[in-house]
């Protein structure tokens, strides 16, 4: 999920996985940072996320 008002160094929704938090950064998964969701996932985060989102395609 990508926000597009944002720079891309900041741009995209990461789970921060042992914090539970939510952030936005870079696009770059790690064990830490999870950077690809299912839709189903980012409504559960805030309906509001999904309404502002852009969909990343897997090879960008």
Do not use: Q, W
């Amino acid at each position: 999920m990508r926000i597009p008002s944002r720079p891309d160094d900041k741009a995209y929704l990461n789970h921060v996985t042992d914090s539970n938090r939510l952030t936005f950064s870079e696009k770059k998964e790690t064990p830490i940072f999870k950077t690809k969701f299912t839709e189903s996932e980012i409504r559960g985060f805030s309906p509001c996320f999904f309404e502002i989102a852009v969909r990343v395609e897997e090879d960008e």
